[in-house]
């Protein structure tokens, strides 16, 4: 990489050195080659933290602490993985401190909590941005099982002929979680497995597995294959949606006593399109599961004959 500096921002109050340490812990547990000592005192000294009260002069006083070290030229990239209640209030904090400019900004899901609040949140966001300043990610589509989905139909000739109602039987896509909710109950609280990972991470996947074949493997021609997914599901039935929570979760500090969030959603997804119409989309994650996984399981027409014993 070229020449960079890190600025953490968050609620906790913790040292430039407290912030090294975590992020040491996450990249010894997560990196994928090992790193001695060497190599690490060089990148940590490119970490630094504001606490959220010192905000937002603590975040202009490091930012120019790095431009004088990066020089003129330094460009600014803006990671926003915050609630959709804060996200106004940071697009405001980086006009305010005349950070919004030279800068590219990548706003994390959930974009509002439904249709109407996330319009309003792109408003708001055009009005100190221009479009291509933004991204707008959901992460979970840069994991490698997630990718794989469009070299699996899209790389191989043997399942795309078969990639359809007349061959498979229903569809599942299973994302247990073995954490619970941790330190974020005040986020999830208001959001819920439903909002947190049904209607964004899941839903993302279904339309992986569900597109018609793109024109290109470029970010507009499979943006507008799935757009036609979306517009094709049906309206969910209440009798097909289960809803749950994991035992404790109520105890869990931040958490409303008599709270009624579900950690658990498990639903049954119809499209009606030429594709697809007929084949149930099973759709289960939660959170304290047995295990923790991504699964997507496709269920194969049973041949008209079964020389088989069923188990």
């Not at 991470?201 to 970010?219: G, N, R």
């Not at 959603?265 to 030429?274: M, R, S, T």
Request: proline share 7%; charged share 25%; hydrophobic share 40%.
């Amino acid at each position: 990489m070229p020449e960079f500096r890190v600025i953490g921002v968050s609620m906790e109050e913790i040292s430039d050195g407290r912030f090294r340490a975590i992020a040491e812990e996450a990249c010894r547990e997560f990196a994928r080659h090992a790193f001695g000592g060497e190599e690490w005192h060089g990148f940590s000294q490119r970490l630094s933290y504001v606490p959220h009260g010192e905000a937002p002069q603590g975040l202009k006083a490091a930012v120019d602490k790095a431009e004088g070290e990066l020089g003129p030229e330094m460009r600014l990239l803006h990671y926003l993985s915050v609630p959709p209640a804060a996200a106004p209030d940071v697009i405001q904090m980086l006009k305010t401190c005349g950070l919004s400019d030279r800068a590219r900004v990548i706003m994390e899901k959930p974009f509002g909590t439904d249709l109407a609040s996330a319009r309003k949140l792109n408003e708001m966001v055009h009005e100190v941005l221009d479009e291509d300043q933004v991204f707008r990610i959901d992460h979970f589509l840069g994991k490698e099982a997630a990718q794989n989905i469009l070299a699996l139909r899209f790389a191989n000739g043997l399942f795309e002929p078969i990639w359809n109602r007349s061959h498979i039987d229903h569809i599942q896509i299973d994302v247990p979680e073995t954490l619970g909710v941790g330190t974020r109950a005040a986020f999830y609280e208001k959001t819920g497995a439903f909002r947190d990972m049904v209607v964004t991470h899941l839903f993302q996947i279904l339309a992986f597995v569900a597109m018609e074949p793109p024109t290109a493997l470029a970010p507009g021609p499979i943006t507008d294959e799935k757009n036609k997914v979306f517009r094709s599901l049906q309206p969910l039935d209440p009798a097909q949606v289960v809803r749950g929570q994991y035992e404790g979760y109520r105890e869990e500090e931040g958490v409303d006593p008599d709270s009624r969030t579900e950690t658990f959603v498990a639903l049954k997804v119809e499209l009606d399109n030429w594709r697809w119409s007929g084949v149930p989309f099973y759709l289960r994650t939660g959170k304290r599961m047995g295990e923790s996984s991504r699964i997507i399981s496709i269920a194969f027409r049973e041949p008209p004959h079964a020389m088989f014993p069923e188990d």
